[in-house]
Structure formats: structure tokens, C-alpha cells
């Protein structure tokens, strides 16, 4: 209960919000997303790491377990994100 | 006139289509057979206890949507249409087995699984708690079709019922919501909630 609640607040004081349609938490001012996986299987320093770490902020970084998606997903993805 | 090209979804729909007569024939044979075992036990059943076996199909855009979401981009690979099958879903059929109160779970799950033998556990837990036993593996209909089926306490297998119908069968896309975490936690309470009903009603009942 605690780590759930402790996770949830650290993506929410961190600007993070959640897309419905790809389970996952995004930020479009620093271009990052998370994947439900993702923040469910790393800890929560292991969160703020990630939400912390500078990645120019250009293009989106893709925090996944299984890795960066294929080149096509990727960019359908960015499209949907980019959006509003 | 150029051939207008097919999508992963369009594909994937055909595929649905040519496969739903054998999805029927699992769920009918996994249910027929789940009922004929639990026989022993629901012909004993107490006056306050209940036991229900309920089979569904999965629906086509159901079917299309968990395909997507297993996939942790929700997301297909447009140009690989060839990679995704639906045959690669659990439950495209399924049977549920509730049960009241959860005393019985535990006899239920083990009747079965002496039936069922080689079908793999695939148990429903939320931050390490279980919620239901749940199983998937093929039967006599269909050595393509896999069957899934659920052992669960009823009221929280009514809840599910409920959630699923109420909110998320409108619009396969809003079950995305099920995977935000502060949603998780409601859910969660919920079921502890329910939970305590149900072990209270049995304290009381043993008593009586």
C-alpha cells in the first residue's frame, strides 16, 4: 500500500500524467514516459533516478522494460502524445 | 484499381471471425467438463453457500485490445502485421467458477487441478496478494484454442462482473484505466472490503 501510494505521488508532484490508451505516465515538458511495467517493476529510487536524469529533453525517452520501441511504434506513440 | 492495404486490426478481425466457431466449442467443452467435476461439491452445498460456473467468449474488439495492451507500447508493429495471432490469448475462452463463501475456494481449486492436469497456473495477484486462482491450457475441442478458467470468491467475482460491464465493456479502451495506480488502489480496497464481508458472514454462520 505504501510503495503504491509513494509512486503514484512521486510521478504526480513530478508533472507526470496518465494515458489511458498506452498504460503508461508521461511528461510532455520533459519528454519522458513510463510504462505501468516499468514503474511497477523498479523502486522508487530507481523512479526519481529516471524522472531526474537529463536526457536533453529533444526527443522522447522511452523508460520500458522491454526497451526502446521499434521505430514505427515509436513514432505513432510521439504522434499520440504530442497531441493537446 | 491498387489494393487497399489491409491493417493489423483488419487482419486480426479476419482471424477472430475464421476462429470463433472452435473459441465456442472450448467454452462449452471447458464448461460442460468444469461443471461435471465440481458435481461432488455443488450437490453438497449448505443452504447459505452458492456456487456458479459462468463461461464466456471473449468479443472480437476485446480480443484486438488485449493483443495491443499485452504488448508494453499498446501498440502494434505496423509493418510486422505477420507477428500477431490471437491464438497467442489465453482467454479468448473462459470459465469462471465463484464460489461462497471462500471457505470453498481451496477444495474447488484443488478438484480441479487433479482434473485438469497440465494446465498451467497463472494465479491473479495485486501487489503480491492473490485474488483468484486461475489456470489456461488446451482441451479436447481445440488443440489451437487455449481455455482459460478462474476459480474466485463470489463477490468479488460479481464485482469484477460488475466493474467490467459498468465501465469498461463500453469502450475496450478504457480499460487502460485498470493499470493507473491510485485506480489499482481503490480496486484493491474494494476487494479487501469485500473481503472482510464475506470472512465476517462465515464467522457468523459457523457459529449458528
Known amino acids: ?84 | 484499381m491498387a489494393e487497399v492495404e489491409r491493417t493489423v486490426e483488419d487482419r486480426l478481425r479476419e482471424e477472430y471471425f475464421t476462429l470463433r466457431p472452435e473459441i465456442r466449442r472450448v467454452a462449452d467443452r471447458l464448461e460442460a467438463e468444469i461443471r461435471y467435476h465440481l458435481l461432488p461439491i455443488s450437490g453438497g452445498l449448505q443452504g447459505h453457500e452458492r456456487l456458479a460456473v459462468k463461461c464466456r467468449v471473449k468479443s472480437c474488439e476485446s480480443a484486438l485490445e488485449k493483443l495491443r495492451r499485452h504488448q508494453e507500447e499498446r501498440a502494434f508493429q505496423r509493418n510486422r502485421p505477420e507477428i500477431y495471432t490471437l491464438t497467442s490469448l489465453n482467454d479468448l475462452a473462459g470459465v469462471r467458477v465463484l464460489a461462497f463463501p471462500q471457505s470453498r475456494l481451496a477444495e474447488i481449486d484443488q478438484l480441479l487441478r487433479e482434473e485438469l492436469r497440465g494446465w498451467t497456473a497463472d494465479p491473479v495477484e495485486d501487489d503480491g496478494e492473490l485474488q483468484a486462482l486461475k489456470y489456461y491450457g488446451y482441451c479436447q475441442a481445440s488443440d489451437k484454442i487455449r481455455g482459460e478458467y478462474q476459480v474466485v470468491s463470489m463477490l468479488i467475482g460479481l464485482f469484477w462482473e460488475v466493474e467490467h460491464s459498468a465501465i469498461y465493456k463500453p469502450d475496450a479502451r478504457l480499460s487502460g484505466i485498470a493499470g493507473h495506480r491510485g485506480m489499482r488502489e481503490r480496486t484493491r480496497d474494494v476487494v479487501k472490503a469485500l473481503r472482510a464481508f464475506e470472512e465476517q458472514f462465515e464467522a457468523l454462520a459457523r457459529q449458528d
Not at chain 1, 29 to 37: G, L, P, Q, R
Not at chain 1, 45 to 52: F, G, K, S, T, Y
Open chain 1, 1 to 84: 500500500m505504501k510503495t503504491l501510494d509513494t509512486k503514484q505521488n512521486i510521478l504526480d508532484d513530478a508533472g507526470f500524467a496518465y494515458s489511458i490508451d498506452r498504460m503508461a505516465y508521461f511528461n510532455r515538458k520533459s519528454k519522458k514516459i513510463f510504462s505501468v511495467e516499468y514503474v511497477e517493476d523498479h523502486d522508487e529510487d530507481d523512479l526519481e533516478r529516471a524522472i531526474r536524469e537529463d536526457t536533453g529533453g529533444e526527443e522522447w525517452k522511452f523508460y520500458f522494460n522491454s526497451g526502446e520501441p521499434p521505430e514505427s511504434v515509436r513514432r505513432e506513440i510521439e504522434a499520440s502524445l504530442g497531441r493537446g
